[in-house]
């Protein structure tokens, strides 16, 4: 299996909809959900938000939902719990 780990989506480039359309059908997906604002400043609801943006350009298939980066201290444990429950609750 290739899967693009991560999809960095504040890098030039990771436009979640084009990579989708252009390689969705080759290639699995990894990452997405942005450590640089949304995870650790962002509100619950923005969190939430962006778990739903990147399910639905992204998903429902050959997407695994998870963090860009590994999750920094500097996010709260109710922003992690706010985007697994997001997640679940879409699949």
């Given amino acids: 299996m290739d899967i693009l780990n991560p999809v960095q989506v504040s890098a030039q480039g990771m ?3 084009a990579l989708k359309e252009k ?8 990452g997405a ?11 619950q609801v923005e969190v939430r938000k962006e ?12 997407y695994v939902l998870c963090a860009v ?4 201290p500097d996010v709260s444990p109710e922003n992690v719990v706010a985007m ?3 997640a679940r609750e879409k699949t």
């Fill in 23 to 30: 390689f969705g059908e080759e290639i699995c997906f990894w």
């Fill in 15 to 17: 436009d979640t909809d």
């Fill in 33 to 43: 959900i942005d450590t640089t604002y949304v995870l650790p400043r962002g509100t």
């Fill in 84 to 86: 697994y429950k997001e």
């Fill in 51 to 62: 778990v739903r943006k990147r399910i639905s350009e992204l998903g429902p298939w050959g």
């Fill in 69 to 72: 980066h590994d999750i920094q």
